[in-house]
């Protein structure tokens, strides 16, 4: 596939990196500096390039959007048209000192995202873990019992897509159903969060849901 990232930072420079690595064709877009965008491209050691969001849109089978909530309007002006488009978000909709929701209970980031981009396909994915955990996932693929990654929304073809990038970056994709289930996922992703920097154990965490036999 062809995925356009939409914030090539902890979460989008990682993760753009991984899907080169699984042989997808990748455009990083939107960081402060260029050359930093050309450094990803070229580290990533696969089939990627730099761009602008709107190079990265324009032929893009996904984007994933990864970017502060407060960037979110600003780098999809600079994307253009993003119609029909599957739009794989795991940007969480926090306030400006990454304290808290600025969207929660009655609503979420994704649903205020698919309300924004209506012509779009939100799928929310990847927002409930942590950057650093990532390339070890990546690097443990092959291995049993890869951890859990939830993920939601209400188009079943950008479902997926979004699924089969989870299963690339290594993680066992977990559909949690459709897009206001977010307001679930969000909250919990802050968990995530408190869990992999708030203790002792580090940021290196992932979650495995288990279905026990009766
Ligand atoms: N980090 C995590 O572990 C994590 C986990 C789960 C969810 N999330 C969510 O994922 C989203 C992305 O988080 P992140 O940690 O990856 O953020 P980040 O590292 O700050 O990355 C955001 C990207 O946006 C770029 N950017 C910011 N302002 C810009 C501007 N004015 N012009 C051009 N580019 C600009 C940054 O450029 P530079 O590269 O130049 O800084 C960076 O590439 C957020 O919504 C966050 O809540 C993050």
Redesign the pocket.
């Known amino acids: 596939m062809q995925i356009g990232i939409l914030?090539?930072?902890?979460?989008?420079?990682k993760l753009g990196t991984l899907f080169a690595r699984a042989g997808h064709d990748v455009v990083f877009s939107?960081?402060?500096?260029e050359e930093?965008l050309k450094r990803l491209a070229r580290e990533a050691q696969g089939n990627a390039r730099a761009g602008t969001p709107v190079d990265a849109a324009r032929d893009a089978d996904a984007l994933l959007?990864?970017?502060?909530?407060s960037?979110v309007d600003?780098?999809l002006k600079q994307a253009g048209n993003v119609s029909n488009k599957v739009i794989v978000s795991?940007?969480?909709?926090?306030n400006a000192d990454?304290t808290d929701l600025v969207i929660a209970h009655t609503s979420s980031?994704a649903e205020a995202l698919a309300k924004k981009l209506r012509r779009a396909r939100v799928v929310s994915a990847?927002?409930?873990?942590?950057?650093?955990v990532l390339f070890g996932v990546f690097e443990a693929k092959r291995k049993a019992n890869r951890p859990s990654l939830v993920y939601c929304g209400d188009d079943h073809d950008a479902k997926d897509v979004a699924a089969t990038l989870i299963r690339d970056v290594g993680f066992d994709p977990v559909d949690a159903g459709p897009l206001r289930i977010a307001r679930h996922m969000e909250p919990f992703?802050l968990l995530?969060?408190q869990l992999?920097y708030e203790t002792d154990g580090g940021?290196e965490l992932a979650y495995r849901f288990e279905r026990r036999a009766k």
């Open positions: 914030g090539s930072g902890l979460m989008g420079g939107y960081a402060r500096s930093k959007l990864a970017v502060h909530w960037r600003d780098v795991c940007s969480l909709p926090m990454n980031g990847f927002g409930t873990v942590p950057s650093e992703a995530v969060a992999a940021p």
